[in-house]
């Protein structure tokens, strides 16, 4: 069964200092977009959350709560594809993630139009043709996960490994795709759990790129190491 086949879950896992801090955790999972977006409170914590994740370095961008929203709407009603949506609320910290699997082919062209609005039509084309191409290498199905967007308001690392573990447990494709930044904590997380293959694209913004990564590593390591 996909996820957009369920409903949503919502529930309170058990504790643990390594992945939520103190306290008791609060994780919530949606497999359709509109259940989620009906869940206002939810919707309107997300947004604002996202803004203080991205409107500061090293991102430093300009997003008001209806941009946030505009984008959720985008990424997560990709026809053909299903939507995954995740939060988590520990002592103060509200982290989100969330994205969408499909064929590599359809959900490429969409990343790069949204992470990279300004390039030119024939430098978008280029950029996704490359990276199908390397799909079709680390993909023998030509199914990814991507994950959209990513964070954790105040930073958390732990809670990085978190949201994407739970994302990796209910994605049916096992490639997860993604374009991150030189600096960033989710970059860090990638690279130290092994498994990535990154891709340098000529014609991005200095220290921008992306990858792929086995999602299985994410559901077998242990969460003690780290």
């Known amino acids: 069964m996909s996820i957009s086949e369920t409903a949503p879950v919502t529930h309170m896992p058990d504790n643990s200092a390594q992945d939520y801090g103190h306290g008791p955790s609060r994780l919530n999972i949606f497999g359709k977009y509109d ?5 206002e409170k939810m919707l309107d914590g997300l947004s604002s959350a996202y ?3 991205f409107n500061r370095e090293p991102w430093n961008e300009l997003y008001t709560p209806d941009q946030v929203k505009g984008k959720l709407e985008r990424q997560l009603t990709i026809p ?3 939507p995954i949506i995740v939060t988590l609320e520990n002592a103060g910290r509200f982290g989100f993630a969330w994205g969408c699997d ?3 082919d359809v959900i490429i062209p969409e990343a790069v139009e949204n992470d990279f609005p300004d390039l030119s039509l024939g430098m978008k084309e280029q950029v996704g043709a490359l990276l199908v191409k390397k799909a079709s290498q680390v993909t023998p199905d030509g199914q990814i996960f991507w994950g ?11 809670f990085f490994l978190r949201l994407v573990r739970e994302e990796a447990r209910r994605a049916s494709a096992q490639t997860l795709f993604g374009m991150t930044k030189e600096g960033t904590a989710f970059l860090t997380l990638m ?3 092994g498994g990535l ?3 340098e694209v000529e014609g991005l913004p200095e ?3 992306y990858f792929f990564q086995d999602l299985g590593r994410f559901v077998k390591r242990e969460d003690k190491h780290d």
């Not at 259940?35 to 869940?39: G, P, S, Y």
């Not at 959209?148 to 732990?158: A, I, N, R, T």
Request: a negative charge; hydrophobic letters at 25%.
């Open 35 to 39: 259940d989620f977006v009906a869940n």
């Open 51 to 53: 803004i203080r994740s």
């Open 80 to 82: 053909g594809t299903n």
């Open 102 to 104: 499909g064929p590599a």
């Open 148 to 158: 959209c967007e990513l964070g954790v308001d105040p930073p958390g690392g732990s």
């Open 191 to 193: 690279r130290s759990r």
């Open 197 to 199: 293959s990154e891709v």
């Open 207 to 209: 220290g921008c790129g």
